[in-house]
């Protein structure tokens, strides 16, 4: 992990889903950008590396562009190979999952179609990048959860858990069998909602294989990071928080030797910009003495670091602490 560092996401680019209602026609770029992004550039790409950022996570959604058996539009899983091939190309470790999959929920009575879709869906992407190598890994699920149910944001049932760990071992499953370059490829595997709460990490059941990473979501404290509350009225919360999940991953999944990266994490830019990086700071800090990379969640509005149109970064102190290592000279003006 050390290798990869921390990174960046680009969201709410190949993740959209759900615009059929108001654009039934949509084709790839439509897709790609109905939020209000523009589609993921080379230059866009080139810009990042060039500050300094070694990993990328491509969120991507499929469930829009699966036909009745399960098979991947050509025209969408040809743009995701290019984005993909454009980062790889450059230099970047680029995660690539399944985003907004509403088929995906875990209850007893939709486990075996949603292990079998999951599968199918993951044999074809395993297939496709068969011949990349290991700077691209997978991330099996992205937020499995009961939706729209109590358990939604909480470390879910006992039943969800289980299902979730079955549906990591057939995802661990689908990509060893695929050949190539997957049979050593590096996976990540969420907990329940890709939660960061003790309850939902213990109940992981990993699969025997030697390169598995545990992927966790953590914004916190939410109370600041998504909402209207000051750091300084969060702080002391806010760190015995990050230092209570540092101590989980460290104690279920490091001193096993089973590597963690937080694929997601960040600060909504309302949020006064000194308290912002106190508290960048303070979680960086924590997550770099147990060699746990971080990923901002950039989504191009609220959380954005980097101008998607103009290219110009944003925020660039936020980006020096992602990647420290890189003399300031080096860096992309």
């Known amino acids: 992990m050390k290798q990869m560092g921390s990174g960046i996401n680009i969201g709410n680019t190949l993740d959209v889903h759900g615009i059929d209602s108001y654009l039934p026609d949509a084709d790839v770029q439509d897709f790609e950008t109905a939020w209000g992004n523009p589609p993921i550039s080379e230059e866009l790409l080139q810009q990042i590396y060039s500050a300094g950022i070694r990993t990328i996570r491509i969120p991507v959604s499929w469930g829009d562009h699966l036909d009745s058996d399960g098979t991947i539009d050509p025209a969408w899983l040809d743009r995701v190979t290019e984005v993909v091939d454009q ?40 297939e496709r990048f068969a011949d990349r190598d290991t700077h691209l890994l997978f991330e099996s699920m992205n937020e499995p959860r009961l939706v729209g149910t109590p358990e939604e944001w909480t470390s879910g049932t006992e039943e969800s858990r289980e299902i979730i760990n079955q549906l990591n071992a057939a995802f661990v499953e689908t990509i060893r069998s695929a050949g190539g370059w997957n049979e050593t490829r590096w996976l990540l595997l969420p907990a329940y909602a890709t939660q960061y709460k003790a309850e939902a990490l213990a109940a992981m059941v990993l699969p025997e294989d030697p390169y598995l990473i545990v992927s966790v979501h953590a914004y916190i404290p939410h109370q600041f990071t998504s909402g209207s509350s000051s750091w300084a009225s969060q702080r002391s919360k806010g760190v015995a928080s990050i230092d209570e999940m540092m101590q989980t991953l460290d104690q279920l999944f490091l001193r096993r030797k089973i590597p963690v990266i937080i694929t ?58 992602l990647c420290p290592a890189l003399p300031d000279q080096e860096r992309s003006k």
């Not at 985003?99 to 007893?108: A, L």
């Open 87 to 126: 980062a790889l190309g450059i230099g970047f470790y680029v995660i690539v999952n399944t985003h907004h999959e509403p088929w995906i929920i875990p209850s007893k009575d939709n486990a075996d179609a949603v292990t079998q879709q999951l599968c199918r869906l993951w044999s074809q992407i395993a």
């Open 264 to 321: 997601e994490f960040g600060c909504r830019e309302t949020v006064a910009p000194d308290e912002r990086l106190d508290w960048a700071q303070y979680y960086l800090t924590a997550a770099d003495r147990l060699g746990i990379p971080c990923l901002w969640w950039d989504d191009g509005k609220n959380y954005c670091l980097i101008n998607r149109d103009t290219l110009a970064w944003e925020h660039p102190e936020i980006v020096q602490m």
